[in-house]
């Protein structure tokens, strides 16, 4: 069985950094696109970043670029998104998922496995 994990969540403010991470486990992921998508009240889940398999090419939404950074261990089967100068409108539930098959990279419908999110609250 396939489960996702996120970890790292939490209440930072502006400007401030946090580091997400997340365990996936029932199989190897080594060949899959691993990214994450966040979420927040009242809108539609968004992308936020992807890495490919083996870790050469990561994608970023325009408004996270410069600022987070995704990184994956194929041996541990974990991926981790580090925030740095955080905003308000990072707010939401930042969710970690994997992409099997080809597919756009930045549609959460082409990713098969989701974890159950963690939530990220920036302060102004």
């Known amino acids: 069985q396939v489960q996702l994990v996120e970890s790292g969540g939490g209440l930072v403010q502006t400007g401030g950094s946090l580091r997400l991470s997340c365990a996936a486990s029932g199989r190897a992921f080594s060949t899959d696109f691993m990214g994450w998508f966040r979420q927040a009240p009242g809108k539609e889940r968004e992308f936020v970043a992807t890495?490919?398999?083996?870790?050469?090419?990561?994608y970023y939404a325009d408004s996270v670029k410069g600022r987070f950074t995704i990184s994956r261990d194929n041996a541990k089967n974990t991926v981790t998104l580090q925030m740095n100068n955080l905003k308000p409108e990072d707010t939401a539930v930042y969710y970690c998922?994997?992409?099997?098959?080809?597919?756009?990279?930045?549609?959460?419908?082409?990713?098969?496995?989701w974890g159950q999110g963690t939530q990220v609250t920036v302060s102004s």
């Open positions: 890495i490919s398999s083996g870790g050469s090419s990561t």
């Open positions: 998922a994997v992409k099997r098959y080809s597919g756009a990279y930045y549609r959460s419908g082409t990713y098969d496995y």
